[in-house]
């Protein structure tokens, strides 16, 4: 497997944590990373001195194309930072309207601005984003989250074929469910054997696992692979389980 000695890796959306635990085998690997976030945490940015932040604002085009050209990434990864559960009947207009802002609006503008400076730059490059398995697999209470990451993987596909004559490639991973506390009200000490049950691969999602995948997707060897939506979910996705994956509902039905 390549490393990433000499590449600039820039990690952008609003999961922070995800973009933390990212950070520090990508750096092992050799790159020089950046995450951009408009969120500020100074004692991550004090454990994690290796890794350098900047504040990235991805509310319009206009702030985020400048601001990604000026950082001039060769791997440009998207970590869309919207997560909340809420029956079909019950979901909010303030839900979809975060749902829609969050996951697919300011993703967009992040895959558009990664383009531009990768195109600009003249060595084409890598834009991977993490999406999640839910935008595969119906789940209940799912519905904003995983119709706006649903809405994504298009995007991303229609992005990788104007991209493709300039050597950029454009991929998404669907993460599988992970102890991550991003979705900790999902996965908890309650129903994580039940979940790990309707996985084939009989074990919950890593960081490794993901930053493996990531590398094979920004190395050389898959210069020939975009427009692709993988599950890294240990065939939980195509699997039809037992039902365990159905933890009980946080509402009750009107």
């Given at each position: 497997?390549?490393?990433?000695?000499?590449?600039?890796?820039?990690?952008?959306?609003?999961?922070?944590?995800l973009?933390?635990?990212?950070a520090?085998?990508l750096?092992?690997?050799?790159?020089?990373?950046?995450?951009?976030?408009?969120q500020?945490?100074?004692?991550?940015?004090?454990d994690?001195?290796?890794?350098?932040?900047?504040?990235?604002?991805?509310?319009?085009?206009?702030?985020?194309?400048?601001?990604?050209?000026?950082?001039?990434p060769?791997?440009?990864?998207l970590?869309?930072g919207?997560?909340?559960?809420s029956?079909?009947i019950?979901?909010?207009?303030?839900?979809w309207?975060?749902?829609?802002?969050?996951?697919?609006?300011?993703?967009?503008?992040?895959?558009?601005?990664a383009?531009?400076?990768?195109v600009?730059g003249?060595?084409?490059?890598?834009i991977?984003?993490?999406?999640?398995?839910?935008?595969?697999?119906?789940?209940l209470?799912?519905?904003?989250?995983?119709?706006?990451?649903?809405?994504?993987?298009?995007?991303?596909?229609?992005?990788?074929?104007?991209?493709?004559?300039?050597?950029v490639t454009?991929?998404?991973?669907?993460?599988?469910?992970?102890a991550?506390?991003?979705f900790?009200?999902y996965?908890?000490?309650?129903?994580?054997?039940?979940?790990?049950?309707t996985?084939p691969?009989?074990r919950?999602?890593?960081?490794?696992?993901?930053?493996?995948?990531?590398?094979?997707?920004?190395?050389?060897?898959?210069?020939?692979?975009t427009?692709?939506?993988?599950p890294?979910?240990?065939?939980?996705?195509?699997?039809?389980?037992?039902?365990g994956?159905?933890?009980?509902?946080?509402?009750?039905?009107?």
């Amino acid at each position: 497997m390549s490393n990433f000695t000499g590449k600039t890796v820039l990690i952008l959306g609003g999961n922070v944590p995800l973009a933390v635990a990212l950070a520090g085998p990508l750096n092992a690997a050799g790159a020089s990373v950046i995450i951009g976030s408009a969120q500020d945490d100074p004692q991550v940015k004090t454990d994690l001195h290796y890794i350098w932040f900047t504040e990235v604002s991805l509310a319009t085009p206009e702030i985020a194309n400048p601001a990604a050209a000026a950082l001039a990434p060769d791997v440009v990864i998207l970590v869309p930072g919207w997560f909340k559960r809420s029956l079909f009947i019950q979901s909010e207009d303030a839900d979809w309207d975060d749902a829609l802002r969050i996951n697919f609006e300011e993703s967009t503008y992040a895959l558009q601005a990664a383009g531009r400076s990768l195109v600009a730059g003249g060595k084409g490059g890598r834009i991977i984003v993490l999406s999640h398995v839910a935008a595969l697999k119906a789940h209940l209470e799912m519905s904003a989250f995983a119709t706006t990451l649903a809405a994504l993987h298009v995007t991303a596909r229609l992005a990788a074929v104007d991209l493709a004559s300039a050597g950029v490639t454009v991929n998404v991973i669907a993460l599988g469910w992970s102890a991550d506390a991003a979705f900790a009200e999902y996965v908890s000490d309650t129903n994580v054997a039940a979940i790990t049950r309707t996985i084939p691969a009989g074990r919950l999602l890593d960081t490794r696992d993901t930053v493996e995948l990531i590398r094979f997707l920004a190395s050389d060897d898959a210069q020939y692979i975009t427009g692709a939506v993988i599950p890294l979910d240990g065939g939980y996705s195509i699997h039809k389980g037992d039902g365990g994956d159905r933890p009980p509902t946080k509402g009750n039905w009107p």
